[in-house]
Each structure stands twice: as structure tokens, then as C-alpha cells.
């Protein structure tokens, strides 16, 4: 059982990217994923969830700019980011929230 999270880069305030998260050994339609972020030297903080049954959920910060979202064909967890800030510039981690497993992260840079 893995997760394997993709997508970062630098982009330029007001762009867009999109994370990926492929996954082995979970079933999306059973589990509930997350995205997660962590400044420099900040404490790691949740980002988006979707549920088992596809309901989802944001931090205020990102609701209407990010769209969590799936695709169990591809066991894979999306994150796709809009309007982006120089706030946002993070390591983003995807995690099966339970039980828990993180995968490795992704950075994003937002220059302003």
C-alpha cells in the first residue's frame, strides 16, 4: 500500500497546477482521502477531503479556488488548484486519512 503525489512546481501568483496522487493497494471507493500542506516552518495543516461516498471538504482558504477529486479507474486523488497565492506556496502531502498513511510530498511554489 502506497501513495505517490505529483504535480508541484512553480507558478506564478494567479496561475494553476494540479496535484496527483496515485495510489496502490487502497480502494478510493472505500477510503477517505486527503490533502495536507506544510509551509516552512509551519505546522502541517488539511487541506481537502473526499470522502468514501465522494462527498468533499475544504479549509476555508481554499474553498472555491482548490477541487479535490478522484478517479478509481486510475486509483488516483487529484487536487486542482486555481487562483493561486504566494500563501499557498507549501509541500503538499496526500493521505488516506484512515487508517492512516501519508505518501511523500510535493512542493508548490506560488511567486508573487
Known amino acids: 500500500v502506497q501513495l505517490q503525489a505529483s504535480g508541484g512546481g512553480l507558478v506564478q501568483a494567479g496561475g494553476s497546477l494540479r496535484l496527483s496522487c496515485a495510489t496502490s493497494?487502497?480502494?478510493?471507493?472505500?477510503?477517505?482521502m486527503g490533502w495536507y500542506r506544510q509551509a516552512p516552518e509551519k505546522r502541517r495543516e488539511w487541506v481537502a477531503t473526499?470522502?468514501?461516498?465522494?462527498?468533499?471538504h475544504y479549509v476555508d482558504s481554499v474553498r472555491g479556488r482548490f477541487t479535490i477529486s478522484r478517479d478509481t479507474t486510475k486509483n488516483t486523488v487529484y487536487l486542482q488548484m486555481h487562483s493561486l497565492k504566494p500563501e499557498d506556496t507549501a509541500t503538499y502531502f496526500c493521505?488516506?486519512?484512515?487508517?492512516?498513511?501519508w505518501g511523500q510530498g510535493t512542493l508548490v511554489t506560488v511567486s508573487s
Open positions: 473526499i470522502a468514501a461516498d465522494g462527498d468533499t
Open positions: 493497494g487502497i480502494r478510493l471507493s472505500r477510503s477517505s
Open positions: 493521505k488516506r486519512v484512515f487508517p492512516p498513511l
